[in-house]
């Protein structure tokens, strides 16, 4: 599993590999700079290793040209092609006839954006694409594609599953592991172009000279591949490590140590990216200490950042017991009445959903009410909540589906993907953010499907409008294998698997039922943690007469938040989507149930033998691939696919028993009893 989707296996197909030769089995690349040299290393690997044979040969003789910037000029202009449009890192690909003979061209306006170019190049080949003709251009729709690792300084990750933190920061400054070059590789051959290295609950010494010597050596190795390094910040970082009595933003010795602190960042790494802030948020330091508004605190190290053109990516994820306002609704609160007070170079990133990274949330109602303000999309691809790295769950449907979902904000068509490209308000700066799910597992992710979310969040935060579907083809043609009975059956089992858990885990809407803490398995009964809004069930509010949230107006009203026509929808159960019913509604065990014409107890019991039923699916159709996929690979996941089906029905059982005491009804017919 360590070659990711970067395997480069032979290809099986003679006729296709023939085809390939004549493409590029001579290739040449123009220029001189670090970032060609990955280019012509990459190519000489990847090609070598698709091809049989493959080498760099001169620009009269090469099938396939790579050229960028003033070196692709002679082409640009005998060719005449255009590429202003494809701006800093889009690309184009195309067959010419040049010099009177056909050949392959990359073109880009920088050496980044040849790379990207490249990588598209040899997935084409990869996935065994007919590249006769072929004329395509490619452009990023968001800015920054980033990862956040939540790695602490121990090695330790929070929530990750994979492992420990592959930053060794031991050994770092001096000891450079082939997995960072390798990590590289992998990220901008789907696009990302950044990389929070550090927790959000962060560590104040990761801004000591100690560390950032460190940090240092990483964004070197990173730089040739297109990829900035930001850190995580601690908001009182100027009293833990600066000596200062105060963190207070509006304090001028405040101001002036983040100043400083930010120039030494710029005299060692100069394309250094910015901050990214978790502040007054589960007990994190924050401006709110000093009585200071986000926006003043953001805006403080936004200026300190701005003389190198740095950002700061300041996060929405805050909830207050003091506040007395329901959890869901605080991120809204907060950060609404701050549009506009925002610098420009601050963004505010925001969780998909309201609450936390749930199996499925309804989105978080910020995005579309901030024209002046920069959203940033923060998923997860760490599997908090979703079962670690022992279930199997693609998570590109889900992705899909929040960006899809119409915020109406500027009447219909306005997209999630739309606020977040910056297309609905023309946002100065774009990103998109993923919590990653890596670590030192020799697989990286802890679970070969799981290198899955990682490709799909890279891709998707480059162009927020391709299908989950589409991403799942080429995945498992790249990662797995090419032949079409697995290409067909895997990608099933992806594109079901995100219904599946949600089925076994939290049908209907029901949310943060899992286990204490650890957030493992099922807990619907947790009752007894230290604030309300941590225990399960404050959040499934069951008893003798019903089960679900009310957050409709005759609840806590979180729908007045959302635009119209969705806070009409969501206020009204009949036309509320039944994927979020009992997110928005506490409703009677006997109410009705459209889509079925079940009562709402038998329909939820129902979702959990169906979630339960489709990993056992999942599971056999796994097994008849026994012999078609290497052998190595099928027995790791068939091995945590085993545990995965003794979850869903772990999850299933003691859900429907919980929940059973409460609706007092049997369990409906035809369905075996739970143990
Ligand atoms: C969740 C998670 C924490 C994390 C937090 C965050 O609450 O359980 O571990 O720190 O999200 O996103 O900041």
Request: net charge negative; aromatic share 10%.
């Given at each position: 599993g360590?070659?990711?989707?970067?395997k480069y296996d032979p290809i099986d197909n003679a006729d296709v590999q023939q085809a390939y030769r004549q493409h590029a089995a001579n290739?040449?690349?123009?220029?001189?700079?670090?970032?060609?040299?990955?280019?012509?290393?990459?190519?000489?690997?990847?090609?070598?290793?698709?091809?049989?044979?493959?080498?760099?040969?001169?620009?009269?003789?090469?099938?396939?040209?790579v050229a960028a910037g003033d070196n692709a000029t002679v082409y640009r202009q005998k060719l005449k092609i255009e590429t202003a449009d494809l701006g800093d890192e889009g690309y184009l690909i195309q067959?010419?006839?040049?010099?009177?003979?056909?050949?392959?061209?990359?073109?880009?306006?920088?050496?980044?954006?040849?790379?990207?170019?490249?990588?598209?190049?040899?997935?084409?080949?990869?996935?065994?694409?007919?590249?006769?003709?072929?004329?395509?251009?490619?452009?990023?729709?968001?800015?920054?594609?980033?990862?956040?690792?939540?790695?602490?300084?121990?090695?330790?990750?929070?929530?990750g599953y994979a492992g420990q933190s592959i930053w060794d920061w031991h050994k770092l400054p001096d000891y450079r592991y082939q997995r960072y070059f390798d990590y590289a590789r992998a990220n901008a051959s789907v696009g990302i172009n950044g990389t929070v290295l550090n927790n959000v609950n962060a560590d104040p010494l990761i801004l000591t000279s100690q560390y950032l010597d460190?940090?240092?050596?990483?964004?070197?190795?990173?730089?040739?591949?297109?990829?900035?390094?930001?850190?995580s910040v601690k908001f009182s970082s100027p009293q833990l490590i600066g000596g200062l009595k105060s963190s207070d933003?509006?304090?001028?010795?405040?101001?002036?140590?983040?100043?400083?602190?930010?120039?030494?960042?710029?005299?060692?790494?100069?394309?250094?990216?910015?901050?990214?802030?978790?502040?007054?948020?589960?007990?994190?330091?924050?401006?709110?200490?000093?009585?200071?508004?986000?926006?003043?605190?953001?805006?403080?190290?936004?200026q300190a950042l701005a003389p190198h053109g740095g950002v700061v990516m300041w996060r929405a994820f805050v909830y207050a017991n003091e506040k007395n306002e329901e959890r869901s609704k605080q991120a809204y609160s907060e950060f609404k009445p701050l549009d506009g007070k925002f610098d420009d170079n601050v963004l505010v990133q925001v969780k998909n959903g309201p609450?936390?990274?749930?199996?499925?949330?309804?989105?978080?109602?910020?995005?579309?009410?901030?024209?002046?303000?920069?959203?940033m999309m923060e998923f997860q691809i760490t599997m908090e909540y979703l079962g670690f790295s022992t279930h199997f769950v693609y998570l590109g449907p889900m992705?899909?589906?929040?960006?899809?979902?119409?915020?109406?904000?500027?009447?219909?068509?306005?997209?999630?993907?739309?606020?977040?490209?910056?297309?609905?308000?023309?946002?100065?700066?774009?990103?998109?953010?993923?919590?990653?799910?890596?670590?030192?597992?020799?697989?990286?992710?802890?679970?070969?499907?799981?290198?899955?979310?990682?490709?799909?969040?890279?891709?998707?935060?480059?162009?927020?409008?391709?299908?989950?579907?589409?991403?799942?083809?080429?995945w498992v043609r790249m990662t797995l294998s090419n032949d079409n009975e697995v290409v067909t059956k895997v990608k099933?089992?992806?594109?079901?698997?995100?219904?599946?858990?949600?089925?076994?885990?939290?049908?209907?809407?029901?949310?943060?039922?899992?286990?204490?803490?650890?957030?493992?398995?099922?807990?619907?009964?947790?009752?007894s943690l230290g604030r309300a809004d941590w225990n399960s069930v404050y959040y499934h509010q069951a008893n003798s007469k019903g089960i679900g949230f009310d957050r409709s107006p005759s609840g806590v009203n979180a729908v007045e938040q959302y635009f119209s026509p969705l806070k009409e929808e969501y206020a009204n159960p009949a036309t509320t989507p039944e994927k979020y019913l009992l997110w928005f509604h506490h409703l009677p065990w006997e109410y009705n149930v459209a889509s079925s014409g079940r009562t709402l107890w038998s329909e939820i019991v129902h979702r959990y033998y169906q979630g339960a039923n489709t990993v056992k699916e999942m599971a056999n159709t796994w097994d008849s691939l026994e012999g078609k996929i290497d052998p190595w690979q099928f027995h790791q996941v068939q091995m945590a696919m085993t545990i995965q089906q003794k979850e869903a029905i772990w999850w299933r059982n003691a859900c429907v028993l919980y929940f059973q005491q409460f609706a007092e009804l049997p369990i409906p017919e035809g369905l075996e009893k739970p143990e």
């Open positions: 360590y070659r990711l989707w970067l290739w040449f690349v123009a220029g001189n700079s670090a970032t060609t040299q990955v280019i012509k290393d990459e190519l000489d690997f990847a090609l070598k290793g698709l091809l049989g044979e493959a080498s760099a040969t001169d620009a009269e003789s090469a099938g396939l040209i067959q010419v006839r040049w010099q009177n003979k056909p050949r392959l061209v990359v073109l880009a306006n920088t050496d980044v954006g040849a790379l990207y170019g490249t990588f598209h190049l040899l997935r084409l080949m990869q996935t065994q694409q007919n590249l006769e003709n072929v004329a395509l251009r490619s452009a990023p729709k968001t800015q920054l594609r980033v990862l956040n690792h939540w790695d602490n300084l121990d090695r330790h990750v929070e929530r460190k940090v240092k050596a990483l964004a070197d190795i990173f730089r040739p591949y297109g990829i900035k390094v930001y850190l933003p509006l304090d001028k010795k405040v101001q002036a140590w983040w100043k400083n602190k930010a120039d030494e960042i710029y005299q060692a790494i100069p394309d250094f990216g910015g901050f990214l802030v978790k502040a007054n948020s589960e007990g994190q330091p924050g401006p709110g200490d000093f009585g200071r508004t986000h926006a003043q605190g953001a805006n403080m190290l936004a609450i936390d990274f749930q199996p499925r949330e309804p989105v978080n109602a910020l995005f579309g009410a901030t024209p002046q303000t920069p959203l992705y899909e589906e929040v960006l899809k979902t119409d915020t109406f904000a500027k009447g219909k068509g306005s997209t999630v993907a739309s606020v977040i490209d910056g297309e609905l308000y023309d946002y100065p700066i774009t990103g998109m953010a993923g919590v990653a799910n890596i670590g030192t597992d020799r697989n990286w992710t802890g679970h070969i499907m799981l290198q899955s979310n990682w490709y799909v969040f890279g891709r998707m935060a480059w162009n927020p409008s391709i299908s989950s579907a589409t991403v799942a083809d080429e099933d089992m992806m594109m079901a698997s995100h219904e599946a858990t949600v089925n076994y885990m939290t049908p209907l809407g029901l949310h943060h039922i899992m286990g204490a803490g650890h957030h493992y398995g099922p807990a619907p009964w947790v009752d």
